[in-house]
C-alpha cells in the first residue's frame, strides 16, 4: 500500500469576497449520498456535508483502495484505456463505479471490500477506431423498490443491472442488454468510429445515451452524433433526435449543399443534466467533422457546439443554443451544464449555466432557453484557406465576463524580463494573431506557421466543467489557457477525401516557459446572481523556480498542463472547494502522485493540502457512511495502478 504524506498550507487568494443571498430553491446532494456523476442531476458536484473542513483537512488519511478489476481481464484483451477517470456513486452504503472497460463494482463504503462485480466483457466485441476507450461513470435509477445502475460501454451496449444482486435485468433489452450498434438510423458511415464512454442519463422512464465518435479519421465517413433514448423498463428505442438535422427539420438548412448526408460527429460525448420536475434533458454537443476544416460543410451547422434542451419523455426540441458558428477550432461544448436558481435583479429564475473551452459562460432561462444577460453575434476574423466558408458572426455573451484569456496580441506575450519578451516577440512573428476567433491559416500562408488560437482546443473549460454552490448561485470553474498553434495542410494523396487537415503547431514560449503571461491555470467563482465574478485565484504555483525569473518576487503563475487532456474537476461542500493538481503540472518535473487540496469557497484561499503518492485522475466526490464523512477519487491509468482512493479523518476523531 502506497503512504500519504500530510502538509497544511496556507496562501493567499487574489481576490476576495461574494456577497450571499438567499435562494429560493436548492439541490444538491442529500442524506450524504451521491447518486450521479455529477451528485445530481443539476451536476453541482456539491454536498452540504462539514464534517472535513479547513481545521482538519490535512489529517485526511487513506481510508482503503480498490484495485480496479480491469487487471484481471486477460492481457490479450486489454485496450489502451488511459487515466482511471470513473466517477463513484454511493448508495445505501455502498459505492458504485465502473472500470475503464465498462466492468461495474459495488464495494463496501466503509471499506472498500468488494460485494459484487458485473463484467459485460465488451472488450470482446471488438475494438472501435480510437484512443484512449475510457468508461467514465454511470447512472442509477429508481422506480419503487426497483434500483438498476445503467452503464452505456466501449462495446456499444446499454447494460442495465440489478443494483442488489449485480446481475443484468433480464426485463431490459436482451438479456439486460441493448445493443448501440443500431438506432443511428440511416447513413453511410463507419460504424467501427463511435463508442461510448460517458454515463447515461434517466430522467423519469427514459435512457438517454450520448456517444464518443473518432473526431480524427481523414475520412468524411464519421458516423452523426445523433442522441438515442431507451425505455428504463424494457430496452425499447423511445425516440432519436438528429443532431445534423434530417430534411423537413428545422435548420438542415444550416447544412448547406445537403452536407448533413455525409456530415459527422455533432455527438454528445460529455456529460449531460437534467430538470427533473420539467421532465428536460440538457446536452452539450461537439464540433462536426472535421473539426478544423469546414470546406464539405458550409453553413452554422446547427446543433454543433450547442446547448440542447429536449423533452426527455419524446426527445422534442424545447430550446437550443449554438455557441459557435461553423466551428473550425475544436471548441466543444465539452462539460455537463450546471443547473441552479438564482435571483437577478429581484427575480427568480430556473437557470442553466454552460462553461466551454471558449472560456465564455452562457447562462439562460432553463425552462424558456432565454439568455439570463445578452448575448451579442459580433462580427469576427474571416477564413482565407481555400474552400473554407466561416462565419460573419460569433456569439459573446455579456454577463458573466470570460474566465478565460482569449485571443492573443503581443500585450499578452510573457514579459518577466525584457530579454524573455523580446524572445516571445520573435516566436510570436512565427504566427498569425489576433482575438478569439480567429480561424487556422495554411501552413506558411504569409510567412506564418498557423494561427495562435487562445484558449487552445485543450484549453478554457474542459470536460471537468464547472461545479456549484446552489445556495449562494455561485458558480466555480476551473480553466486552463493552453494556447495552441493551428494551422491545416493538404493530406498526402491517397489518405484522405478532406482537402485539407489538421497540423498542429508548437506554442511553446522562451527558454522553455510559457508563451504568454500568466495564470497559466485558474480557479473562478462566478456570481451568477450578479453575473460577475466574486474572485479568481492562480490554481498551482508554477515555473517560478525557472532559472530566468527564480529571482523575481511573482507569487503563484498558476500550474501550466503538462497532460494531453484535462483532469479532476471541483468538488464544493459546506465550506470548501477540493480539488487536486498532479505534481508534474505543479512541480514542473516528471514525477508521481497529486496533491490534493482544500480552498476556502468564500474567497479563493488555500486552507490545507494532502500529499498523494498517486496520480489522481477523476473527479473527487464525497459521502457521509456511519458517522464518517469520505472523499473518493479515480487515480491511476491502465498501464499502472488503477484504483479507487478514498479518504477519511482518522478515525479517533
Known sequence: MKRVRMRAVFLPALVTGFMVLPMFAHSGTSNGEWRHHGGDHSSTKYSALGQIDGTNFSQLEVAWRWESADFRIPEESLYYTGDYRATPLMIGGRIYTATSHGQVVALDAA??????????????????????????????????????LFVATIGKQLVSIDIATGRPDPGFGVKGIVDLSLDLGPGDFDIENITHGAPPIVVGDTVIVGSKIFDYTLNNSSPPGHVRAYDARTGKFKWRFHTIPRPGEKF????????????????????????????????????????????????????????????????????????????????????????????????????????????????FDRVTGEPVWPIEERPVTQSTVPGEKTSATQPHPTKPPAFERQGISEDDLIDF?????????????????????????????????????????????????????????????????????????????????????????????????????????????????????????????????????????????????????????????????????????????????????????????????????????????????????????????????????????????
Request: glycine share 10%.
Open 417 to 653: 524580463t525584457p530579454e524573455l519578451k523580446a524572445q516571445a516577440l520573435e516566436i510570436a512573428k512565427q504566427y498569425l494573431l489576433g482575438p478569439i476567433f480567429t480561424p487556422p491559416i495554411v501552413a506558411g500562408e504569409g510567412g506564418k506557421r498557423g494561427t495562435m488560437v487562445v484558449p487552445g482546443a485543450g484549453g478554457g473549460a474542459n470536460f471537468p466543467g464547472a461545479s456549484v454552490d446552489p445556495e449562494t448561485g455561485i458558480l466555480y470553474v476551473e480553466s486552463q489557457t493552453r494556447p495552441i498553434g493551428m494551422a491545416v495542410v493538404e493530406p498526402k494523396p491517397g489518405t484522405s477525401d478532406w482537402k485539407y487537415v489538421i497540423a498542429y503547431q508548437s506554442a511553446r514560449g522562451p527558454q522553455r516557459l510559457p508563451l504568454l503571461k500568466p495564470p497559466y491555470r485558474r480557479i473562478t467563482a462566478i456570481d451568477l446572481n450578479r453575473g460577475e465574478h466574486a474572485w479568481q485565484i492562480p490554481f498551482g504555483t508554477g515555473p517560478t523556480d525557472h532559472p530566468a525569473i527564480k529571482h523575481l518576487p511573482l507569487g503563484p503563475l498558476g500550474s501550466p498542463y503538462t497532460d494531453v487532456v484535462a483532469e479532476g474537476g471541483i468538488l464544493v461542500t459546506k465550506t470548501l472547494l477540493i480539488t487536486y493538481l498532479s505534481k508534474t503540472d505543479e512541480l514542473g518535473v516528471e514525477t508521481t502522485g497529486s496533491f490534493l487540496r482544500a480552498y476556502d469557497k468564500a474567497n479563493g484561499e488555500l486552507l490545507a493540502e494532502v500529499n498523494v503518492d498517486q496520480r489522481l485522475h477523476g473527479a473527487p466526490m464525497t459521502y457521509l457512511h456511519e458517522g464518517r464523512q469520505y472523499i473518493a477519487i479515480a487515480a491511476g491509468s491502465s498501464t499502472a495502478d488503477s484504483e479507487l482512493v478514498a479518504f477519511t479523518l482518522p478515525s479517533h476523531r
Open 111 to 148: 471499506t472498500g471490500t468488494e460485494i459484487w462485480l458485473y463484467d459485460p466483457k465488451s472488450y470482446d466485441l471488438g475494438r472501435p477506431n480510437m484512443n484512449p476507450l475510457q468508461t467514465r461513470g454511470i447512472e442509477y435509477w429508481r422506480d419503487g423498490e426497483e434500483e438498476r
Open 252 to 363: 438542415n438548412e444550416t447544412w448547406e449543399n445537403e452536407s448533413w448526408k455525409k456530415a459527422g460527429n455533432t455527438n454528445v460525448w460529455s456529460m449531460m443534466a437534467a430538470d427533473d420536475e420539467l421532465g428536460y434533458v440538457y446536452l452539450p454537443t461537439s464540433t462536426p467533422t472535421n473539426d478544423y476544416w469546414g470546406g464539405m460543410r458550409h453553413g452554422d451547422n446547427v446543433y454543433a457546439e450547442s446547448l440542447l434542451c429536449l423533452d426527455a419523455d419524446t426527445g422534442k426540441r424545447v430550446w437550443h443554443f449554438q455557441t459557435v458558428h461553423h466551428g473550425v477550432w475544436d471548441y466543444d461544448v465539452a462539460s455537463a451544464p450546471n443547473l441552479l436558481d438564482i435571483v437577478v435583479d429581484g427575480r427568480l429564475i430556473k437557470a442553466v449555466a454552460q462553461v466551454s473551452k471558449t472560456g465564455f459562460t452562457y447562462v
